[in-house]
């Protein structure tokens, strides 16, 4: 039995799905699931080789191949293998009572870290709303989703995104649901990645991940496992049963959801490489194609059929 360390935001269903089901048993593996506090913590963890993997955001991957001005000053070859799903319900949240823009004008914006993904995606969704980066709020970096939605509903911050499950229980407990992703185009929330060197000396094990995530991706898709899903659901997630039923639709959402196929569209990097070009531009804009040119995205281990 080959044990993969993964890292990741939020618990991942999807992980538990393939343990319960013996899909990674049978593939020879087991997941060892490693929480972040925060995308740079990750990717730190990702390159020093203390992770095999990660389930991250597409951003995160650009910026540690692409941009030496990330957060950690460093590049690395670090590779896409698979998206994952469309961001499970990603979207902005306000703190119990913020129900309007003026409400959430010059209020505290919590995120991840500053220059990362999901923050690009809050200050889109606030920008659409007429709340402007540095003039409509301020910013704080106060990590992982998790972390963010006990940041809402604590009143530490007055607005964040959420999504995987930490949206519903937010909701669920008076945060108000302002905007999702799917107002900004097409869109991948997380992939699975890994740096060229474990690819090419692990390539076998993380083939069969792959390979094992995505079956049972297309299996929750097909409507397979559902008692056991909403069961993993509310385990992983800490949600009522209702409320974890909610989560199995948006893990079953053909915009929001899982990616059955693994494939990385084209269209949903252009998203993330537009968004990060309009917030946090560097010394010369990225292309989607220049991106796409480096060989960010390796299919070489996604299943033939």
């Known amino acids: 039995m080959r044990t993969v360390s993964l890292g990741t935001f939020s618990p991942s269903v999807l992980v538990e799905v393939a343990a319960r089901t013996g899909a990674l048993e049978h593939a020879g593996l087991a997941v060892q699931e490693i929480p972040a506090t925060s995308s740079p913590a990750q990717f730190a963890a990702l390159l020093d080789g203390e992770l095999d993997a990660v389930l991250t955001n597409p951003d995160n991957v650009v910026a540690y191949r692409c941009l030496p001005d990330n957060p950690l000053s460093r590049t690395a070859d670090v590779r896409i293998l698979a998206a994952v799903d469309g ?5 902005l949240f306000g703190q119990p009572g913020c129900t309007t823009p003026e409400q959430l004008r010059g209020g505290v914006l919590s995120v991840d870290a500053p220059t990362t993904g ?9 920008d659409q709303l007429g709340l402007h980066k540095d003039d409509g709020y301020s910013i704080q970096a106060m990590g992982s989703t998790p972390r963010r939605a006990e940041a809402l509903l604590a009143g530490q911050c007055r607005m964040t995104v959420l999504n995987a499950g930490n949206d519903l229980r937010a909701e669920g407990e008076g945060a108000t ?22 690819i090419q000396r692990e390539g076998e094990v993380l083939a069969l991940l792959i390979e094992t995530l995505l079956h049972t ?5 097909a409507g397979k496992h559902m008692e056991l899903a909403l069961d993993a659901t509310q385990h992983r997630l800490g949600l009522d049963r209702t409320t974890a039923q ?3 639709k948006t893990l079953v959402d053909p915009v929001d959801g899982l990616v059955a196929d693994g494939r990385m ?6 998203t993330v490489v537009g968004l990060r070009n309009r917030y ?5 804009t990225l292309t989607v194609e220049a991106v796409l040119d480096s060989g960010i995205v390796d299919d070489g281990l996604l299943p033939t059929s």
Do not use: H, K, M, N
């Open 87 to 91: 961001g499970l319900g990603l979207s």
């Open 118 to 126: 999901f923050a690009f995606i809050a200050y889109e969704l606030l």
């Open 177 to 198: 649901r302002l905007s999702s992703v799917t107002s900004i185009g097409p869109y991948v929330g997380t992939v699975l990645a890994a740096r060229g060197d474990t």
């Open 217 to 221: 991706s297309a299996e929750l898709v």
């Open 246 to 248: 909610r989560y199995l």
């Open 265 to 270: 569209s084209p269209d949903a990097l252009q």
């Open 280 to 284: 946090f531009p560097g010394a010369s």
